[in-house]
Every structure is written in structure tokens, then in C-alpha cells.
T-cell receptor, first 113, second 121 residues
Framework: GNSVTQMEGPVTLSEEAFLTINCTYT??????LFWYVQYPGEGLQLLLKATKADDKGSNKGFEATYRKETTSFHLEKGSVQVSDSAVYFCALSGGLNFNKFYFGSGTKLNVKP | GAVVSQHPSWVICKSGTSVKIECRSLDFQATTMFWYRQFPKQSLMLMAT?????????EQGVEKDKFLINHASLTLSTLTVTSAHPEDSSFYIC?????????????????FGPGTRLLVL
């Protein structure tokens, strides 16, 4: 079946540090892959997505590349800011069941000034 | 991107009362919406899939008589927590599927509401 595994947090970085949050997936068919961000007390916001292999999603300085050969969709940012502190969820949809989303467990990012 | 709203953003109620939460797609039509529950510091748990004009599909272990879902129009789904108890206290998040935003093989994107925090006393 479909599943998403992402690195456990929390991840604590200093401002301007490089960020990587690992995400790997298991899926049948050809899923789309997503990163969502959740700020404290809020719902999820779509951060970026990729719909086919080798696509790179990017937004607000964050990037992730859909790697089918390694079944990965790692989130990266070259220089984090305090305002990036949030919980990040990797997710997939598609495969044989377009209706359902499969979420990772979430990774909390703390950025210190 | 597409916008989804929820109302109320938070609610406090007495045990035994019912609470209704609304989820609206503001700038697109959504034949399908989803209701999730999130416990503190945990991921989202899908409760049910709400289908416009038909019965909702509930995930295993979710009581359909406890969590009533009505999807009466293409922009509105409601979740009613009936006879709420303290263990129902949680953060409820809805999402809507934008069918106009599909990947090359039909994969769809979900857009999430801001969530409703329910506290049952």
C-alpha cells in the first residue's frame, strides 16, 4: 500500500543554516508528492508539489525533487529564517486511489536567531 | 492557490451537546471534501470523505453516527460532532479537492482549511 516516511524531529537550526528534511515514499502507480507546512494553531498550507518523476517543486526558497529511483522527495532550503519555524508534512496522492492522501508523521523545525 | 475556510475557528462546549463545523471552498467547486482529526504533535488522521449529494465514506474505526457529515452543495460540507464528550476534544481540519488542479495522470491536490479547535468540557 501507499505510505510516507519522513525524518523525525524536532530539527533545530540556527538562522541562515541549510535545511534538509528527508521524505521517502511507497506507492503503486504514479503519485503526486507534496510538502505542506503547518504554523502553530493553524491548518496546513500547501508549500510545494511535484506531479511526475524528476519534477522540482519550489516555493519561498524551499525546493524538493521527485526522485523515482530512490522514492524520495526531500525538502531543502539554503538559508532558513526564524519565520520558517513550523511543522512540515510530506504527503502523496494518486497511485491507485486518487481520493486519498497519505501523510508522513510531520517534522517540527525550530529556527533560532 | 485555492482557498478553503472553516467556521468556527474554535469552540468550547459542554459535554452532551452537538457541535457543527463548516468547511467551504471559496473560489472553486469541490465535489469531494475530506475531514481530518489531529491530536497534539501528531499527523493528520483521515476521518471521512465527504461527497456532494451522496453519503460520506468513513474510515475504519470512525463512528458515522457520532460524526455526521453533510455535503449539500459544491462549496459546503459540514461535520457535526453529536453528543460531544471530552475525548472528542481535538483539532479538526477539512480539505477540499480542486479537480481543476490535476497532475498528468489525474493526481489531485488538496487544499486545507485553517482548522477548528474543539474543547469539550
Amino acid at each position: 500500500g501507499n505510505s510516507v516516511t519522513q525524518m523525525e524531529g524536532p530539527v533545530t537550526l540556527s538562522e541562515e543554516a541549510f535545511l534538509t528534511i528527508n521524505c521517502t515514499y511507497t506507492a503503486t502507480g504514479y503519485p503526486s508528492l507534496f510538502w505542506y507546512v503547518q504554523y502553530p494553531g493553524e491548518g496546513l498550507q500547501l508549500l510545494l508539489k511535484a506531479t511526475k518523476a524528476d519534477d522540482k517543486g519550489s516555493n519561498k526558497g524551499f525546493e524538493a525533487t521527485y526522485r523515482k529511483e530512490t522514492t524520495s522527495f526531500h525538502l531543502e532550503k539554503g538559508s532558513v529564517q526564524v519565520s520558517d519555524s513550523a511543522v512540515y508534512f510530506c504527503a502523496l496522492s494518486g497511485g491507485l486511489n486518487f481520493n486519498k492522501f497519505y501523510f508522513g508523521s510531520g517534522t517540527k523545525l525550530n529556527v533560532k536567531p | 492557490g485555492a482557498v478553503v475556510s472553516q467556521h468556527p475557528s474554535w469552540v468550547i462546549c459542554k459535554s452532551g451537546t452537538s457541535v457543527k463545523i463548516e468547511c467551504r471552498s471559496l473560489d472553486f467547486q469541490a465535489t469531494t471534501m475530506f475531514w481530518y482529526r489531529q491530536f497534539p504533535k501528531q499527523s493528520l488522521m483521515l476521518m471521512a470523505t465527504s461527497n456532494e449529494g451522496s453519503k460520506a465514506t468513513y474510515e475504519q474505526g470512525v463512528e458515522k453516527d457520532k460524526f455526521l457529515i453533510n455535503h449539500a452543495s459544491l462549496t459546503l460540507s459540514t461535520l457535526t460532532v453529536t453528543s460531544a464528550h471530552p475525548e472528542d476534544s481535538s483539532f479538526y481540519i477539512c480539505s477540499a479537492r480542486d479537480e481543476g488542479d490535476r497532475g498528468p495522470r489525474g493526481q489531485e491536490t488538496q487544499y486545507f482549511g485553517p482548522g477548528t479547535r474543539l474543547l469539550v468540557l
